[in-house]
């Protein structure tokens, strides 16, 4: 069984993540999933904002991975999970983690993404207007990162959340790194963190990404077979 956890530093990067080759598991949808399945007062929670406590995360966990095992799944991958020490430490007694990759993005690029977050006020639909352009150096790789823009009809009626000011996004991420980082070292010392850094969207990074994981040849494959 392969069992990925993803660590993104970089926010709104789970795109990246959408894909088939192994089960995805995503906590939020998991945790929508299940309050339809008798526990309603998560929904409650989640709605709330307010953090579901462990106990309640791993209950729900540990069932869906025992559903998926008994159906066949041959691996998992967490997004963005764990998210402290004590869950590493806990996720840790009940199964086996095979590999945990952080998605890195350096802190100015990412500011210029979450602030060219637009969505559509009448379909609800998301978008992003910033055009990433980073050329490398000292070091540092290029970045490019195309915008995402809204068709024609939804144009005029593109809105900013309320919280995608970057006084806010600042202190989102220095709030994030402070948290995920002693996350990062509990699996750097067991040898288990892959540091991947985004050379961009999805085009530039996804096949970066696939060669890092050993699943390119994979992929390969599974088109041919298509």
Not at 41 to 67: H, M, P, Y
Not at 139 to 146: E, L, R, T
Request: aromatic letters at 6%; one cysteine or more.
């Amino acid at each position: 069984m392969m069992t990925i956890q993803f660590c993104q530093t970089c926010m709104g990067s789970s795109e990246l993540l959408s894909f088939a080759l192994i089960f995805l598991l995503y906590q939020t949808k998991m945790l929508i999933s299940y309050s339809l399945c008798g526990l309603p007062q998560l929904s409650e929670i989640v709605n709330q904002g307010k953090l579901v406590s462990d106990e309640i995360i791993f209950n729900l966990l540990s069932k869906r991975l025992e559903a998926g095992q008994a159906g066949g799944e041959s691996g998992f991958i967490l997004d963005g999970f764990p998210r402290t020490v004590k869950q590493a430490e806990i996720l840790e007694e009940v199964m086996d983690i095979d590999l945990v990759v952080n998605l890195k993005l350096c802190e100015d690029v990412l500011l210029e993404k979450c602030l060219g977050r637009r969505m559509c006020s009448q379909c609800g639909g998301n978008f992003n207007v910033a055009n990433i352009n980073v050329k490398g150096g000292n070091g540092n790789p290029s970045i490019s990162m195309a915008p995402l823009l809204p068709p024609a009809h939804c144009m005029s009626k593109l809105i900013t959340r309320a919280d995608d000011t970057e006084e806010v996004v600042k202190e989102r991420l220095r709030v994030y790194n402070e948290k995920s980082q002693p996350v990062e070292e509990f699996y750097r010392n067991r040898g288990k963190l892959l540091e991947f850094d985004l050379p961009g969207g999805i085009p530039e990074s996804w096949p970066k990404l696939l060669e890092a994981l050993n699943l390119d040849e994979y992929e390969e494959k599974q088109s041919a077979a298509a």
